[in-house]
């Protein structure tokens, strides 16, 4: 098929709930994009979003934010998914996987009858489950079809320790890995401050039960989302901020280093299963995989994450 030009200054958001608008105006924020369309089965709330964002432009940069339908997108270069229903106090994410899947059903394919060259972002949930669905929906070559996996949860991961170590959270290096949700992966072997591995730091600001705190941060990131739900009803703050920075690293070709949502094709064992491991991301979506080290306990966490994810995705006959 002929490549079709797309405008690399436009983007598409299909679903304006908390998720999608929080997501929009994050990215007006950033300037990254001059022109943003918004869908929404609730065309109304679309033009709402629309026109309660727009009215921030004048304090960003000039750029047109609108309500429109799936024809709009044709020439989006990237096209976010955050539509869907979202999680209910106490449920999981892998109890959305039904509601969400057939939504998918309908959204997908309204895309790529429009526009089969842009890269989609998935962030509605389960995202790594509607990660494959939307990759075998749209039939995009799996490059393409990213989903926001564990950038939310490592920007926590990083949040976490930066207020435990008192240290700049961006100079931590530290990844979640696996499924965004309750099988998700610290990588404490890789885990660093700076180069200086983490109990180094740790000993150094006088915690040396290691087991006790790697735990507890890590129990605490995986139930963050939990928490916020429980307490405000849904998280978008720190969702939309993860969307705007990897937007940023598409649109800028920067091969950031990002633990996005992506098909495994053999690496760590895994096959025809989409997670989070940290990749290349830059202007063809996902570059490839780092050659993340792991020890065994994380490898057989990953590879346990992996098995809970196809079991619910074979449930979901896609
Ligand atoms: N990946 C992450 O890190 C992350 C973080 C937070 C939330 N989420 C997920 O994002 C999704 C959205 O959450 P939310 O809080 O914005 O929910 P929300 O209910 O506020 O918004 C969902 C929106 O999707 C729209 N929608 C539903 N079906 C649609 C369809 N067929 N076509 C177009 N629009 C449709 C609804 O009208 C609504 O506006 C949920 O699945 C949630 O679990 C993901």
């Given at each position: 098929?002929?490549?079709?030009?797309l405008?690399?200054r436009?983007?598409?958001?299909?679903?304006?709930?908390?998720v999608?608008?929080?997501?929009?105006?994050?990215?007006?924020?950033?300037?990254?994009?001059?022109?943003?369309?918004?869908?929404?089965a609730?065309?109304?709330?679309?033009?709402?979003?629309?026109?309660?964002?727009?009215?921030?432009l004048?304090?960003?940069?000039?750029?047109?934010i609108?309500?429109?339908?799936?024809?709009?997108?044709?020439?989006?270069?990237?096209?976010?998914?955050?539509?869907?229903?979202?999680?209910?106090?106490?449920?999981?994410?892998?109890?959305?996987?039904?509601?969400?899947?057939?939504?998918?059903?309908?959204?997908i394919?309204?895309?790529?009858?429009?526009?089969?060259?842009?890269?989609?972002?998935?962030?509605?949930?389960?995202?790594?489950?509607?990660?494959?669905?939307?990759?075998?929906?749209?039939?995009?070559?799996k490059?393409?079809?990213i989903?926001?996996?564990t950038?939310l949860?490592?920007?926590?991961?990083q949040?976490?320790?930066?207020?435990h170590l008192?240290?700049?959270?961006?100079?931590?290096n530290?990844?979640?890995?696996?499924?965004?949700?309750?099988?998700?992966?610290?990588?404490?072997?890789?885990a660093?401050?700076?180069?200086?591995?983490?109990?180094r730091?740790?000993e150094?600001?006088?915690?040396?039960?290691?087991?006790?705190?790697?735990h507890r941060i890590a129990?605490?990131?995986?139930?963050?989302?939990?928490?916020?739900?429980?307490?405000?009803?849904?998280t978008y703050?720190g969702?939309?901020m993860?969307?705007?920075?990897?937007c940023?690293?598409?649109?800028?070709?920067?091969?950031?280093?990002?633990?996005v949502?992506?098909?495994?094709?053999?690496?760590?064992?895994?096959?025809?299963?989409?997670?989070?491991?940290?990749?290349?991301?830059?202007?063809?979506?996902?570059?490839?995989l780092?050659?993340f080290?792991?020890?065994?306990?994380?490898?057989?966490?990953?590879?346990?994450?992996?098995a809970?994810?196809?079991?619910?995705?074979?449930?979901?006959?896609?």
């Open positions: 098929m002929e490549q079709k030009k405008n690399s436009k983007c598409a958001m299909v679903g304006c709930g908390f999608g608008s929080a997501s929009v105006y994050a990215l007006m924020q950033s300037g990254l994009f001059s022109e943003i369309v918004l869908i929404d609730n065309r109304q709330k679309a033009e709402g979003e629309a026109l309660d964002i727009s009215h921030g004048p304090f960003a940069k000039p750029m047109s609108y309500a429109g339908d799936y024809a709009d997108l044709a020439d989006a270069a990237i096209v976010i998914v955050t539509a869907g229903a979202a999680q209910k106090p106490g449920e999981t994410r892998l109890d959305l996987v039904k509601k969400n899947v057939g939504i998918f059903k309908s959204i394919p309204q895309i790529a009858a429009v526009n089969q060259d842009c890269i989609l972002l998935i962030v509605a949930n389960p995202v790594d489950v509607l990660t494959y669905a939307a990759l075998k929906l749209s039939g995009f070559p490059e393409r079809v989903g926001s996996g950038v949860d490592s920007a926590r991961f949040q976490m320790l930066g207020e008192d240290v700049d959270s961006r100079s931590v530290a990844f979640i890995i696996g499924e965004h949700g309750d099988s998700e992966i610290a990588a404490w072997s890789s660093n401050i700076a180069g200086v591995p983490i109990h730091v740790c150094m600001r006088g915690f040396t039960d290691h087991d006790y705190e790697t129990e605490a990131v995986k139930n963050s989302a939990y928490e916020i739900i429980e307490k405000k009803g849904a703050y969702i939309g993860s969307v705007t920075r990897i940023e690293a598409i649109i800028r070709n920067e091969l950031s280093i990002l633990p949502s992506t098909l495994m094709c053999g690496q760590f064992g895994l096959e025809d299963i989409c997670l989070s491991m940290p990749a290349f991301v830059g202007s063809h979506g996902v570059d490839t780092l050659p080290e792991l020890d065994v306990s994380e490898l057989l966490a990953l590879q346990k994450s992996a809970t994810l196809k079991k619910v995705i074979e449930e979901a006959e896609l």
